[in-house]
């Protein structure tokens, strides 16, 4: 391959591919996202305004004739009647047949397509069996074994997997071992730590509401006898004494929950007074999931706030982004992540320009690829090619 060489780039967002492929000499030449918002980031920043609905014929009819890469972060969809009986037809209607078709006519050198991890299991793997025979069918060879991998086995301290299949057309490549045993060991390396990618001037953003939840929680925490908590804390269950008939899985959890509060009933009844018992707060931020082991308070440690309570994650590692925004706070820091931190840990460049509304900017950058990753393994294919 030559150092310049050209791509497109469907389901787009925001464009982390576009970034990746763009540092290694690449030239954007087509452009597909249906999310407007989205659109509007990617034009802003890549000087390129995407094409709408890929699955329309006319939309389709855009892409140039000649391309040499094709970049996917496609949605992930159920096939029909179980798959794999009717060849391209068994796709028709989700947005990998469009992926397909558009192979079929361009034949570009190589794919690159992206999805969340569980695609592999996804319809009883049935989705990720199909993806893999269709690729073989139009004449590409892939990874024979999943290529799942996480940003933080690159360095970057955060959670984020994902599975990639690098895709190279058939009589491009005489030693099908380097694709199909696709091998990035050697880029592995430590992560770094968190304050690497922090604005550690920003003040606190935290609501009044917030830091007393924090708070709280933390004292809760400390008063307790368990240093490592191994089951969520539901408070409205440490008194309960009603009927058991739950599933097995959450019966257990009540009644760890009752022998905590038997064993620590004077610390817990004054914490409860203390609290105001607990009337003030929102029904889920009376659940706590500490899953951070050892620590001296909360404050050491990454917190979300979600449906499910109360998350508390050890400091080393930031969850992985999702388009629903629980923004993860730094406890140390006593505020939360801000788009801009959680743009460079996906390693956007800092002039990268987010949306302005940071709900929009959130959800964006949780369908985003990481960006580091992308452009490890498109550096290797294209040292190979």
Known sequence: MDNKFTFIDLFAGIGGFHVALSNHGGECVYASEIDKNAALVYQQNHKLAPFGDITKKEIKDKIPDNFDVLCAGFPCQPFSKGGHQKGFDDTRGTLFFDICEITQKHKPKILFLENVSNLVTHDKGNTYKVILKHLDELGYVFPHTPLILSADEFGVPMLRKRIYIPAIRKDLIKQRDFIENFDLSEYKTPVEPIDNYLDLDYKNDLSEYEEKI????????????????????????????????????????????????????????????????????????????????????????????????????????????????????????????????????????????????????????????????????????????
Request: hydrophobic residues 40%; positive net charge; glycine residues 4%.
């Open 214 to 385: 924090l708070e709280m929680w933390n004292q809760f925490y400390q008063g307790i006898d368990l240093d490592v908590i191994g089951f969520p804390i539901w408070s409205e269950y440490f008194k309960y004494d009603g009927a058991m008939d739950f599933p097995k899985w959450k019966k257990d959890f009540i009644l760890k929950n009752k022998a905590l509060y038997e064993r620590n009933k004077e610390f817990i009844d004054k914490w409860y007074k203390k609290w105001d018992n607990l009337e003030w707060v929102n029904p889920t931020h009376k659940k706590m999931e500490w899953q951070a082991g050892k620590q001296e308070s909360i404050y050491d440690t990454l917190i979300q706030f979600r449906p499910s309570g109360v998350r508390v994650k050890r400091s080393d590692k930031f969850s992985t982004f999702v388009a629903m925004n629980h923004q993860q706070i730094i406890g140390k820091l006593k505020r939360k992540l801000t788009k801009d931190e959680a743009k460079l840990l996906l390693n956007f460049p800092k002039n990268f320009k987010l949306h302005e509304n940071d709900n929009i900017a959130f959800k964006q950058l949780g369908n985003s690829v990481s960006v580091k990753v992308v452009s490890l393994i498109f550096e290797k294919i294209k040292g190979f090619l």
